[in-house]
């Protein structure tokens, strides 16, 4: 299929310098942690050449607390933190799906790409970012920095259809950082989030939270 694996048992690394690169950055030479973007075009869907925009738009709320975390030693971990915005289910928060369990960083032309392996347990197909079918179980990474990266996948059966997924990584928010949230550095206006899967109010215990409301 041309795609060549350049990922070996244990800690990965790859031939190409720009492999190396990818993958030390992706797992932190240890774990990294990635979430959704919070740009308002994080989920892209693009005619088969790239030419129109079919929509773009920020990720819906039960989807963008979702955690992807990709270790150095292969491992891939998929925490939903309670549910997954789920595509075969008519764009609608469900249950936290199944995922791989591991990955492989590949490469086959110009950009890095990585490659799920396929589930061991649950129904479906693995996934990063939103849960539409990525060919192959391939996502192609068209850029990325320390802390940001976007990957590109073909949705399958869609006759080639795109789709582009904005993430950054997990990092300890600073006491700045909150006050921006918080402010704006100046001042916002804050309200209980009516939506749907927004789960605004939870009362529970610390090990299940939303264990008597949610």
Known sequence: DGIRDIGVTGV???AL???????NKLTGC?????TWSTDADAIRVLSPDGTQVYYQGAPAN????????FGADGSFTYNANGQTFDVQSGYTCQNSKANASS?????????????????TTGTGRPFIGTTDIPENNLYEVMSYTANTMTLRTLIEGSGGIIID??????????????KNLLTGNGSKSWKLDPSGGANAIIVGTESNP?????
């Open 103 to 119: 990955f492989r960083v590949v490469t086959s032309g110009t950009n890095p790409k990585i490659l799920l392996a396929a589930l």
């Open 12 to 14: 990965q690394t790859c």
């Open 30 to 34: 240890s774990y990294g942690e990635w």
């Open 210 to 214: 939303g264990e008597y409301y949610g």
């Open 62 to 69: 039960c989807q963008a607390d979702d955690v992807y975390k």
């Open 165 to 178: 997924i904005k993430l950054k990584k997990q990092v300890p928010l600073t006491l700045a950082d909150i």
């Open 17 to 23: 310098p720009i492999c190396n690169d990818f993958f």
